[in-house]
């Protein structure tokens, strides 16, 4: 890949090469360890009993049968539970919801824990919460956005986004020559990554040793201390692999709490892990959202304003919100934009980020309201996407770190074939008699980026260690990170071993918004660097090298040798520097944050283009997504494979909330009727045909030093809209709300 980035920032062979899964074995032949494959000698098991009403208080609980049961070593609930010397309604971290640990008789939601059962073994645990046998007194559940009135949010803090407005709304509405006001809806969603949450918590003296997931590795020690009343640095958490994250695993929550709570009070490591229905409940979950879309062209089919009001539900207790409008931000070229943002309290548990979060729900309301514009106003959707290009940020007129999202619309349309597409819906049918739809949609995805250190050791042996805690969650990381650090340290990256996922190591920042390979790979590149600095300043320094007196040129490093920027034949290998100087090693630090000149001068996305394909029996409705294209320019790509399937795995996710995820509450009991992997509907294999890749060049000179923008989001927005638009175009039924069903298409 040419570099055309600043001439410190050199690429060697490994970054841009499609290197396979360095965990990938440990991980299909089961040798990888997850947090509950641990286990510590004299451990003990600890089960939370789950409410099973949504609102009320717990009256009774029959906490002598419990005891009684063979196994059984202690029974907590909010009558005995021993005091935290934390407060659960605090919020100790900006990744903090208020928890739920027994700290009184309410029901706040069904699955929240109401008891903790410590045995000596899982079997006994269980059947102790079993014999709980709760009985309570029982309010009406609200699970339903007209269940309560809505609140107005007023803060601007990660969940509880404020509103954003520009330009004169109303102005925009009155300038419109044509106009569409439509309300889109999208349900409850939970993650549900195949390694449920978990902890093997062990305490030695006021030192607290944990096996858990997290993305967020400084932060959750920070949390999970705060309850314990103990220094951060007292906290070591390993999380060297998780079996997925999608945000659920980035916030510290309640069942961990009481895992450590457990440990405490028996003095014996405890393991608690989360069933598959403890999922929908206490660790977040993609909140419901209601949308109104407010859009106004006038001639030409420029938009006049986009008017975007989002209500989404929170919990009765606290405060996350679904940021649903704040997709419409940053996109289109309208002259007014006004997003805004309303909560609704449920008895639910309280929402959290989930893959895309705001973005996600958003977009899928955005991207069908523009294409219910283009219609209105006679247009191909890509045409009046294009006729709204905005050239810089609107609102702003920041102009773009980069921006291809034209080149993307030109290669997706390209390979989709969209230029055939008929403008009216219902005019094309396969050869089975299948209706045929095509739609398109934009992806949108911020870049940010945290701050992240790393270390690096050169060994004599020509073998390096680099280490950033950060944790890979399954997407890849693991890889992408050593392929940079391996460049940075001009080495094959089989001589690279990568250490994250523990605590102890450097602070890696956090695996989450799609910043990580920026973030972590941003210190990786820099710890790298400085080994390579302080070999060069090493070799310059002695008489008896090539590079002697070139103190002040600048090195680079490639397969072992170090040599100068302007003159590669003035050099030495890595082993002869140390063979002459003795030493064994040589460390380097780095870290990495964005430049916050760059930051403030321009506006930072990834962008995308999606096309798809549907086919729908005009009979029984049955219906499928037979192709998706999805081109996307998110800066540099590390590893063109796994970036690949971070964007197939998004554009899937995509498919799934199109057509298939819904969490489904009873509204007599406010439980989640369909809690588990059977009822709780995500694709397989069968609902995925085509599937196809483009990715866009772009070369980013302000994003960060590496110009990596993170693929890890942008996947799931723009597809939903792809999707439902493609219905439109196949059947001529428009449907509002998510996910899109057969019978709605009767
Ligand atoms: Mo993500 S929702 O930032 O893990």
Not at 2 to 17: A, H, K, V, W, Y
Not at 84 to 109: A, C
Not at 429 to 450: H, I, K, Q, S, Y
């Amino acid at each position: 890949m040419p570099d055309t980035l600043s001439p410190q920032i050199r690429f060697g062979s490994n970054s841009g090469q499609p290197a396979t899964r360095r965990d990938g074995v440990a991980k299909v032949t089961g040798t990888a360890t997850y947090a509950a494959d641990n286990h510590p000698d004299n451990m003990l098991y600890a089960v939370y009993a789950a409410a099973t009403i949504a609102r009320g208080r717990v009256a009774t609980l029959d906490t002598a049968a419990a005891e009684a049961h063979p196994g059984v070593v202690r029974v907590f609930t909010h009558e005995n539970r021993p005091e935290l010397q934390g407060d659960p309604d605090e919020k100790p971290t900006m990744f903090s919801n208020r928890i739920e640990v027994l700290q009184n008789d309410i029901v706040r939601y069904a699955g929240q824990p109401i008891a903790l059962v410590i045995a000596e073994t899982i079997e006994a645990a269980t059947e102790g919460a079993r014999l709980l046998d709760p009985r309570y007194d029982l309010q009406p559940p609200r699970t339903k956005i007209d269940d309560n009135e809505t609140f107005e949010i007023t803060g601007q803090a990660f969940g509880q986004p404020g509103p954003t407005i520009y330009g004169d709304i109303e102005a925009g509405h009155a300038a419109a020559d044509l106009a569409i006001d439509v309300t889109y809806e999208t349900p409850g969603q939970f993650h549900n990554a195949m390694e449920t949450h978990s902890v093997v918590a062990k305490w030695t003296g006021d030192r607290l040793e944990l096996d858990t997931p997290t993305q967020a590795l400084t932060m959750s020690c920070a949390a999970y201390a705060y309850f314990f009343g103990i220094p951060a640095e007292n906290v070591t958490i390993r999380s060297p692999y998780l079996g997925g994250g999608f945000g659920s695993k980035a916030f510290a929550v309640g069942p961990i709490v009481l895992g450590i709570l457990a440990a405490r009070a028996t003095g014996r490591p405890v393991k608690l892990s989360l069933t598959r229905q403890q999922m929908f409940g206490p660790v977040g979950h993609r909140g419901t959202t209601r949308q109104r879309l407010r859009l106004g062209t006038a001639s030409g089919g420029a938009l006049t304003v986009i008017d975007h009001q989002g209500i989404a539900a929170t919990s009765s207790f606290d405060d996350f919100l679904e940021a649903a409008p704040n997709a419409t931000q940053g996109l289109y070229a309208a002259p007014a934009l006004s997003s805004t943002h309303s909560g609704v309290r449920l008895d639910i548990g309280t929402p959290g980020p989930m893959r895309a979060p705001g973005e996600a729900s958003g977009s899928a309301a955005l991207e069908c309201a523009m294409d219910e514009m283009a219609e209105a106003a006679g247009m191909d959707p890509l045409d009046f996407r294009l006729a709204n290009y905005s050239e810089t940020e609107p609102g702003t007129g920041k102009p773009f770190s980069s921006k291809k999202l034209r080149e993307c619309y030109e290669q997706g349309a390209e390979r989709f074939g969209w230029a055939s597409r008929p403008r009216e819906p219902r005019q094309m049918m396969d050869e089975n008699g299948l209706l045929v739809g095509w739609g398109v949609g934009t992806a949108l995805f911020g870049c940010p980026m945290f701050q992240a250190e790393a270390r690096a050791t050169l060994r004599s042996d020509g073998t390096a260690l680099v280490e950033t805690s950060a944790a890979d969650m399954g997407q890849g990381a693991w890889t992408a990170l050593a392929q940079i650090a391996a460049d940075s340290l001009g080495l094959p990256l089989d001589k690279v071993e990568f250490r994250a996922g523990d605590s102890a190591l450097p602070d890696g920042g956090v695996a989450g918004g799609s910043g990580h390979t920026a973030t972590a790979g941003g210190a990786l590149h820099a710890a790298g660097s400085d080994v390579i600095r302080q070999l060069g300043e090493l070799a310059a320094a002695d008489p008896d090298s090539p590079l002697h007196g070139a103190g002040n040129a600048s090195f680079v490093a490639r397969d072992g040798r170090i040599f100068l920027d302007n003159d590669e034949s003035r050099g030495e290998t890595f082993a002869e520097i140390f063979a002459r100087s003795g030493g064994a090693e040589i460390v380097g630090n780095g870290n990495a944050a964005r430049n916050p000149e760059d930051a403030q001068r321009h506006a930072m996305s990834s962008h995308g283009a999606v096309f798809a394909e549907v086919k729908v029996d005009p009979d029984l409705c049955q219906l499928r997504v037979t192709r998706l294209v999805g081109a996307f320019a998110a800066g540099r790509i590390i590893n063109p494979r796994l970036a690949e399937s971070q964007l197939m795995g998004g554009m899937i996710w995509g498919t799934s909330f199109a057509l298939h995820e819904e969490a489904k509450y009873d509204t007599r009991t406010g439980r989640i009727m369909n809690s588990d992997l059977a009822g709780y509907q995500v694709p397989v294999n069968a609902d995925v045909h085509g599937l196809e890749v483009i990715h866009v060049h772009e070369d980013d000179p302000y994003v960060n030093v590496l110009g990596i923008k993170g693929v890890g989001e942008i996947g799931i927005t723009g597809t939903v809209g792809a999707i439902a638009n493609a219905i439109y175009h196949a059947t001529g039924k428009r449907i509002r709300r998510f996910p899109i069903r057969i019978q709605d298409l009767l």
